[in-house]
């Protein structure tokens, strides 16, 4: 059976967490990778909500270190949650192509989100230490497994922050995260009264 459950938890950092996290994680883990990756993240469709959270759908047009994808997860979406993921890639050349497409099939607002994140694998899981540029620092420890191994690689998680003193955000203050990013000035986006031309002006360094 295909392993496409992400089981996911999160949690916020301190700049100094941060640093420190990253340490041990550089030490005892393995380095996979480093993100810079710039999303465009849709509100259901036809709704000018940033409750996007409310949805089980979550979709997505996002460009990582030049790779494009669209990506769809289904499911509860909260500090810690076990959701669906599809993910297909994009010809980077047709970013801007595809959120024509995606528009016409009635997503067209939003968040905007930029960030750059270091990936390590430690004690089987999957470690992402991300950075807001201006806003902040969290975490996000993830398994990828199958539906019947839900509820393992939940404890196996909780097990392995709890030994790194972290804290994962209940639904409350992950939601409240969630709306801190989307109302930062010009991180909405609404494409029925702008050009994502002059969005991607703003972040071209992702292209």
């Given at each position: 059976?295909?392993?496409?459950?992400?089981?996911?938890?999160?949690?916020?950092?301190?700049?100094?967490?941060?640093?420190?996290?990253?340490?041990?994680?550089?030490?005892?883990g393995?380095?996979?990778?480093?993100?810079?990756?710039?999303?465009?993240?849709?509100s259901?469709?036809?709704?000018?909500?940033?409750?996007?959270?409310?949805?089980?759908?979550?979709?997505?047009?996002?460009?990582?270190?030049?790779?494009?994808?669209?990506?769809?997860?289904?499911?509860?979406w909260?500090?810690s949650?076990?959701?669906?993921?599809?993910?297909?890639?994009?010809?980077?050349?047709?970013?801007?192509?595809?959120?024509?497409?995606?528009?016409?099939?009635?997503?067209?607002?939003g968040?905007?989100?930029?960030?750059?994140?270091?990936?390590?694998?430690?004690?089987?899981?999957?470690f992402?230490?991300?950075?807001?540029?201006?806003?902040?620092?969290?975490?996000?420890?993830?398994?990828?497994?199958?539906?019947?191994?839900?509820?393992?690689?939940?404890?196996?998680?909780?097990?392995?922050?709890?030994?790194?003193?972290?804290?994962?955000?209940?639904?409350?203050?992950?939601?409240?995260?969630?709306?801190?990013?989307?109302?930062?000035?010009?991180?909405?986006?609404?494409?029925?009264?702008?050009?994502?031309?002059?969005?991607?002006?703003?972040?071209?360094?992702?292209?």
């Amino acid at each position: 059976m295909t392993n496409n459950i992400e089981v996911e938890h999160r949690g916020l950092l301190t700049k100094e967490k941060f640093n420190s996290l990253r340490k041990l994680l550089e030490k005892e883990g393995k380095f996979i990778k480093e993100k810079d990756r710039f999303s465009v993240i849709y509100s259901p469709r036809g709704k000018e909500t940033l409750r996007i959270h409310r949805s089980p759908i979550d979709l997505r047009l996002r460009i990582t270190n030049k790779k494009s994808e669209l990506v769809l997860k289904h499911g509860k979406w909260s500090g810690s949650d076990a959701r669906k993921e599809f993910s297909f890639p994009v010809d980077s050349a047709k970013f801007g192509e595809m959120i024509e497409f995606i528009k016409i099939l009635g997503f067209y607002y939003g968040v905007l989100q930029a960030t750059k994140t270091h990936v390590y694998m430690y004690k089987n899981i999957e470690f992402a230490i991300v950075q807001v540029p201006g806003f902040g620092y969290y975490f996000e420890a993830e398994i990828l497994t199958e539906k019947k191994s839900i509820k393992s690689a939940n404890i196996k998680i909780m097990l392995i922050l709890k030994e790194l003193g972290l804290t994962v955000l209940n639904d409350k203050d992950f939601y409240k995260l969630l709306e801190d990013l989307s109302n930062r000035p010009g991180f909405r986006f609404n494409l029925k009264k702008e050009n994502f031309l002059d969005i991607k002006k703003r972040f071209i360094d992702y292209f």
